[in-house]
């Protein structure tokens, strides 16, 4: 409870939290478990949805082990052309040459050349490009995209970037360049910017245009062939008339398997199914352009000072307040507008800044609500409870180091008749002065002045005998007197008649009997018409009264 007390304190807590979220994987984490939960509307442009080609195990099974003969290629880059197929993403690489029929390169580069429409994968390795033939001349009618997956340290795919090379991030993405003979990026062109040391030395792989593809309303889902049965003229040649097609190794052990972001079934995926939903996402405008972690810094920052601020900090300020309240919940609605804006804000540390600030809100009502039950409302004394738990600690410590405890029990005499008279703003006025009495008698830290009931008062004196009790039960009645309150009857005030208790070191009484015996010398006090002070002396154990 000092962070409540102390708030600077608890404010450069909640500082700390949130630079040591920004600084470590933490936020990483964070983000990425978020990310996951996103998805988005995606946009329609009327255009068609891309077809996946598989290589997969039942052609391998029909067209023997792989590579296969470069003429097999040929014909299905023929086949695809011949059906009208917009545009024709093969991933596939040709490294090694056809041993076994060499001309089967050249026809393969012609296929290529009169498709005029064919993108062809193109990737870093050992700082040198990899290009998709080992001649560098592409053929004429070709383009190149890169097939870099970037995955994160979880192992799901949730970014990739419009831009990679050598040195100079000069190839588009692969599915990026299926776009290129569209308008539909004319516009649109998102991706953060790659920071200037990043960009290519040394010939290493450099990237740019970084995005974040959130995972779409419903899964992944392309219509799909096997290369076989394409070739064999087993699948209508109009289903490809004026769609975008990608052909890739879908069979288990010959390319690696990725998971996409979000999918909670772990289904792997290949590379060419990736480049595929990259595509998907780009023409219908579904990418996310990441802004850079310091953005994501400041906004935390920010969002848990006003946070801060509004609930803790300037609590008595109340148009300081109201103003940092505006702007929190502007600050809140940032993040879900930078999505719909088509960006996506680190929000880590901003989170754990938050909640870190309810938790103080939290702590914060416990801690009043905790006062409120150990305080009266009416006179600002202890409360009852209060009043029962000290003076079970007390009478613990007396009986324990034998020294003596005193109490002294109060009630207004007559208070009800007086409340049913005068009402209840009245009464309250009345025992809050009393109260305040009381309290002005306090002689030591230690000492308790607690209201513990209607019209009942009493007041805890650790290690004072009973004597020094006595006197001063008898100030307290005097004082109230001189209130000069006026009662129900004419000619008479407001009075108090008060129980003095001791302990003697010869305790032999439960603390309830020995309070339930103060408070029959209080009803005692009370009959004989009140302003009246009755003490029973540890000694003696007899009463003693004064009016």
């Known amino acids: 409870m000092d962070l409540l007390k102390h708030k600077d304190a608890g404010f450069l807590l909640c500082l700390i939290l949130v630079l040591g979220t920004a600084l470590t ?11 996951d939960r996103v998805t988005i509307s995606r946009d329609s442009y009327d255009s068609p949805d891309p077809i996946l080609i598989d290589i997969d195990d039942k052609s391998l099974e029909a067209l023997g082990r792989w590579p296969w003969p470069r003429h097999l290629h040929a014909e299905m880059i023929d086949l695809l052309n011949q059906a009208g197929a917009q545009v024709i993403g093969y991933n596939i690489a040709f490294v090694d040459p056809d041993i076994e029929e060499p001309l089967n390169d050249l026809r393969l580069r012609e296929a290529i050349s009169k498709s005029a429409n064919i993108v062809l994968p193109v990737f870093g390795e050992s700082g040198t490009t990899v290009y998709p033939f080992r001649n560098p001349q592409i053929p004429n009618g070709s383009q190149l995209g890169h097939v870099e997956v970037d995955v994160d340290s979880d192992g799901r795919v949730r970014r990739t970037f419009l831009k990679a090379g050598i040195d100079e ?3 588009p993405a692969f599915g990026l360049a299926m776009l290129d003979n569209t308008t539909v990026l004319n516009t649109f ?24 593809i959130p995972r779409p309303p419903q899964a992944v889902s392309f219509q799909r062939f096997s290369f076989i049965d394409v070739l064999e003229k087993g699948i209508p040649s109009n289903i490809f008339n004026g769609r975008p097609v990608f052909v890739g190794i879908q069979a288990a052990g010959l390319e690696a398997r990725f998971l996409l972001a979000g999918d909670p079934n772990l289904n792997m995926v290949s590379g060419t199914v990736l480049h595929a939903n990259l595509y998907q996402a780009l023409v219908q ?27 803790i900090l300037l609590e008595k300020s109340i148009v300081i307040r109201s103003l940092s309240a505006v702007l929190s919940v502007i600050f809140l609605a940032l993040p879900p507008l930078a999505v719909y804006l088509g960006y996506w804000l680190p929000i880590g540390a901003s989170l754990v800044g938050a909640i870190v600030v309810v938790g103080f809100i939290i702590l914060k009502a416990m801690y009043a609500h905790n006062n409120k039950t150990r305080t009266d409302q009416i006179t600002s004394l202890s409360s009852k409870r209060m009043f029962d738990e000290t003076l079970s ?18 009630e207004i005499d007559q208070f009800k008749r007086f409340s049913e008279t005068f009402g209840p703003e009245r009464a309250n006025w009345v025992q809050a002065r009393v109260g305040h ?9 230690r000492d308790l002045v607690a209201r513990t009931g209607s019209a009942q008062f009493a007041v805890v004196l650790p290690i004072t005998p009973n004597a020094i009790a006595y006197s001063l039960a008898e100030k307290m009645r005097s004082d109230v007197e001189s209130l000069q309150i006026e009662h129900v009857k004419a000619h008479q005030v407001i009075t108090i008649s008060t129980s003095i208790i001791t302990t003697s070191t010869s305790e032999s009484l439960e603390l309830q009997d020995w309070i339930k015996q103060g408070y029959q010398q209080l009803n005692t006090a009370m009959e004989n018409n009140g302003n009246y002070s009755a003490n029973c002396a540890p000694s003696s154990n007899s009463a003693n009264a004064s009016a």
């Open 25 to 35: 994987p933490l936020q990483a984490v964070i983000d990425n478990t978020l990310f």
């Open 285 to 311: 405008h579904a990418v996310l352009t990441p802004i850079l972690p310091i953005w994501g810094l400041c906004y935390a920052i920010i969002l848990t000072a006003l946070l801060y601020a509004t609930f």
């Open 169 to 171: 991030p000069n190839w």
């Open 189 to 212: 062109f998102p991706g953060t910017r790659a920071p200037h040391h990043r960009m290519g030395v040394n010939r290493k792989w450099s990237r740019d245009r970084e995005v974040l």
């Open 393 to 410: 600690l007390e009478w613990e410590q007396a009986i324990r180091k034998k020294t003596p405890l005193s109490v002294i029990l109060i």
């Open 437 to 445: 009495i009381l309290q002005n008698h306090q002689r030591r830290s």
